[in-house]
């Protein structure tokens, strides 16, 4: 039996485009499929089956099913902002905060007929990588229960089938650590390549909005329609977009891969070190050319994120103070008393740590002494790629140093599970984390990283690894049990 709920975009558009199913039955099979699994992976936060159902009949109807995306629900991070829709970024400060418009990329995937099945947990504001500062509750990996998804809850509902793709964020890893945790594939576009506006800001030099799917084709498609300049971000680039799916045809030929050391050492564990030494295996199978290379200065990296993420998050965070938008507190003597007491109720203690280091590091002594060290290190981090990407094509590494961590594991914010992610936003590079293995049970990510806006580029070489495995086709034994 056609199981709909387990479909491909691809998939999907092909039994539309042929009236084989309707998007009212594909959205039927999902609310029914996180109605049954929900309670246990908790990804949503917020479910929207009224109007997903209503679009999804109103789509129907019409019959146009021209758009790869038309009639194909998508779960959203709820740090994007959804129209009519409450977008909480997963705080007790947004708790009740409905937008009163939609981020550029929802209004590009409403063009294209997507339908917004619901928003999906994270840390709160994005800070963290677990779930588990969410004010809400701590999501589940749906490989094991007892893990946790990664900082993005809505790559375990793909991975879980509640939701058919995503639409993710990434500041230092958020879209391929999940990806990575809970075996599907994310990818992080170039800084500038997706439009950030409507996203709530975590850190704003390093976030972007990416893709979680099933698999790399679908990755290309979503990419297809986000991409491109907006005129609402002045971050987002003019660079052209190319058909990313189209591009997927390309043969590759002459790659050269580099493998930097770095990413390979002590840290790293065992099995995931080989599962990136057999991906280089497979690579060479395919010709390519594949080399150890060294980015020396991203041991800073981890260092240079924290705090380069907490002065900007304290200054994101500025807006919400009781007054414009969300959290107010009830009882307050005067307008410093209701800053303090609506901040000091409305936010998490993550939140607050990085709010108080970044005031700290946004003033004279903290900037002299730690900021203006870090931008620095950030420019070294940034010349290490450029330099690597003479001589390589792309660079692989592993996308987490260990499988997904038990929940409650994690200790601090300074989190070493962020160590291969952290440096492609510093520098503001595309990578995507594909499945490559397994270890515990539990699948391992790929990172392939590429030269600025050569998104099809990496895309090309993930599609060759995914046709040449057979990694992302292993199902989920949860789902069966
Ligand atoms: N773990 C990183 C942090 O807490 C990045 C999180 C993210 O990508 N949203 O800053």
Excluded at 229 to 255: A, G, H
């Amino acid at each position: 039996m056609l199981e709909l709920d387990k479909l491909t975009i691809h998939k999907a558009h092909e039994l539309l485009s042929k009236k084989e199913i309707t998007s009212e039955e594909l959205t039927k099979a999902l609310l029914k499929r996180i109605e049954e699994m929900d309670g246990k992976i908790k990804a949503y936060v917020t479910l929207n089956s009224e109007e997903a159902l209503e679009r999804s009949s109103e789509i129907d109807k019409k019959g146009d099913f021209t758009e790869d995306l038309s009639g194909i629900p998508v779960a959203v991070k709820d740090n994007i902002c959804t129209k009519d829709l409450r977008t909480t970024c997963a705080s007790k400060m947004l708790e009740n905060f409905v937008p009163p418009y939609d981020a550029t990329v929802i209004k590009k995937l409403k063009e294209k007929n997507a339908l917004i099945l619901g928003k999906t947990n994270l840390d709160e504001f994005d800070m963290g990588s677990s779930t588990e500062s969410s004010y809400f509750f701590t999501s589940k990996n749906p490989w094991n229960l007892e893990r946790v998804p990664g900082g993005s809850s809505s790559a375990a509902a793909v991975a879980a089938d509640l939701a058919i793709y995503s639409l993710d964020s990434d500041t230092g890893g958020a879209v391929r650590q999940s990806a990575a945790y809970c075996g599907v594939v994310g990818l992080k576009p170039t800084y500038g390549r997706v439009s950030r506006f409507g996203l709530a800001g975590n850190a704003g030099s390093m976030d972007t909005i990416g893709p979680i799917t099933k698999d790399v084709k679908d990755c290309a498609i979503v990419l297809n329609a986000i991409s491109g300049m907006d005129l609402f971000d002045p971050s987002s680039s003019d660079t052209i977009v190319p058909d990313y799916l189209e591009s997927l045809k390309t043969n590759l030929q002459n790659v050269k891969i580099g493998i930097p050391k770095e990413f390979l050492g002590d840290a790293v564990n065992k099995d995931i070190k080989n599962a990136i030494l057999n991906a280089a295996k497979t690579f060479e199978d395919m010709g390519f050319i594949c080399e150890e290379t060294s980015l020396p200065n991203v041991e800073y990296a981890l260092w240079v994120h924290y705090v380069i993420a907490s002065a900007e998050a304290s200054s994101e965070m500025c807006q919400y103070d009781g007054v414009r938008f969300g959290h107010r507190a009830q009882h307050y003597e005067n307008l410093k008393d209701l800053y303090k007491k609506s901040r000091g109720e409305g936010f998490g203690l993550e939140v607050k740590k990085r709010t108080i280091l970044g005031t700290y590091l946004l003033d004279l002594e903290g900037n002299d002494k730690y900021l203006v060290k870090a931008y620095k290190l950030r420019t070294l981090i940034k010349q290490d790629f450029e330099k690597a990407f003479e001589k390589y094509d792309f660079l692989i590494t592993p996308t987490t140093p260990t499988v997904a961590f038990k929940i409650g594991e994690a200790k601090d914010s300074l989190n070493v599970n962020d160590m291969c992610t952290v440096p492609v936003n510093l520098a503001g590079l595309p990578a995507i984390s594909i499945p490559c293995g397994f270890a515990e049970g539990l699948p391992i990510g790929l990172q392939i990283i590429g030269k600025a806006f050569d998104e099809a580029g990496i895309l090309q070489v993930a599609y060759a690894f995914e046709r040449n495995t057979d990694y992302h086709k292993k199902l989920i034994a949860w789902k069966e049990a």
